[in-house]
Every structure is written in structure tokens, then in C-alpha cells.
Nanobody, 115 residues
Framework: QVQLVESGGGLVQPGGSLRLSCGASGSISRIYVMGWYRQAPGKQRQLVAT???????AYADSVKGRFTISRDNAKNTVYLQMNSLKPEDTAVYYC?????????WGQGTQVTVSS
């Protein structure tokens, strides 16, 4: 079993920045893909960004150039640096980890972009 704990959400004004963190613990594999997803009210959960154990990254078109996903393998932690935030970025952000054919999810952290 793998446990994921997110932190770093909150309220920010348009144009502001936030950094989300997701720490993994438990029976962790060295081969994995971790990602951030978000779900706005009334909408489906959508992929925001992923990072693999090799360091490869991928982003949704809507966040390219504004968000950066990174990792600290020593801390088993993935980060999502979010810059130039827009009201449409408002959502609950979920961390996920895929390894050994199993996907794990965090509890989610609310990000609200509003003036």
C-alpha cells in the first residue's frame, strides 16, 4: 500500500502563485509515474501534469508554460509549482501515483483563484 498526502492549496489572487506538494509513504516502488489531476465543480477530473521515475514530464495544454512538476526522490515527494494562476485553475487538485499496475490517490487539496 502507498499513502499520498497533499499540501499547499489555498486562496490566491489571479496572477499569483502556489506550490503543491505530495508526499508518498508505504511500500514504494522505484518505478512509478506520479501526477497531478484537478476537478472543478460539475466537471470531470482532468490531468494537469505527470512525472515519471525517469524524470520525463507531460503537461495539459492549458497549463503549459505556467505550471512545473518536479520531484525529490530522496523525500518521495512531487511538487507542482503553479504560476500566473487564473480563475479557471480553481479546482480540487489530486495527487496520484501509479506503480506495479496500481494507482493510488491523495485526498485532494483545494485551490481557489479569485480576487
Amino acid at each position: 500500500q502507498v499513502q499520498l498526502v497533499e499540501s499547499g492549496g489555498g486562496l490566491v489572487q489571479p496572477g499569483g502563485s502556489l506550490r503543491l506538494s505530495c508526499g508518498a509513504s508505504g511500500s514504494i516502488s522505484r518505478i512509478y509515474v506520479m501526477g497531478w489531476y484537478r476537478q472543478a465543480p460539475g466537471k470531470q477530473r482532468q490531468l494537469v501534469a505527470t512525472i515519471g521515475s525517469s524524470g520525463s514530464t507531460a503537461y495539459a495544454d492549458s497549463v503549459k508554460g505556467r505550471f512545473t512538476i518536479s520531484r525529490d526522490n530522496a523525500k518521495n515527494t512531487v511538487y507542482l509549482q503553479m504560476n500566473s494562476l487564473k480563475p479557471e485553475d480553481t479546482a480540487v487538485y489530486y495527487c496520484s501515483r501509479q506503480e506495479v499496475g496500481v494507482e493510488y490517490w491523495g485526498q485532494g487539496t483545494q485551490v481557489t483563484v479569485s480576487s
